[in-house]
């Protein structure tokens, strides 16, 4: 029998993280957390000095990526060659960054096969831009969550004030529609619903009205 995929896709700030790891900790089963490999890419370049439009240097890097997620007390931690970047890749800028990134054919080649071995028994919460369309094209419950781009600016205003960052709320919504146009506008694997991923609009739903709604749909998919 073939391990389980749910793929959950969608923009930026539509609270894919939050419901996937949601849903993961309710079923017991992996994550990945696809936005945080081409983020942490973006990151290696930097650290590295590879120009970010040098598409077989970085490339290259994330080929090699040396990552590891510890589980600690805190949570979830991100290591990049050892060096704790939990804070560094969550910032708007790494954001944009990975975009840019993303954006380039052979990096997304590069990352392929990394993003399938997390699937593993007894099943995998896939959160992205891509997991439905194109790196696990079999799963068998696809879903697309999305929100208005004002009330996902208002989210990530908030989540970031809880971390303790500032950011003003109108130059948030400036760069979600910035990167919206980044993601759907670009040739390869462009941000877009698979042909058979059921739609999932949260503008007006709570994260546990979404949680719900997402079980029943897994329920019927038995
Ligand atoms: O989801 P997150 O904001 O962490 O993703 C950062 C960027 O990485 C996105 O704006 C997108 O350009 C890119 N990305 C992607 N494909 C994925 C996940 C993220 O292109 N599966």
Known sequence: KSIPVLTIDGPGGAGKGTISSLIAKRLGWHLLDSGALYRLTAAAAIKHAVALDDEQ????LAQSLDVAFPVGEGGVRTLLEGEDVSQLIRTEQMGERASMVAAMPEVRTALLQRQRDFCQTPGLVADGRDMGTVVFTDAPLKVFLTASAEERARRRHLQLQEAGMDASLPSLLKEIQARDARDTQRSVAPLKPADDAITLDTTRLSIPE?????????????
């Open 57 to 60: 240097g970085v490339a290259a």
């Open 210 to 222: 979404v949680v719900e709604r997402l079980s029943e749909l897994l329920a019927q998919k038995g």
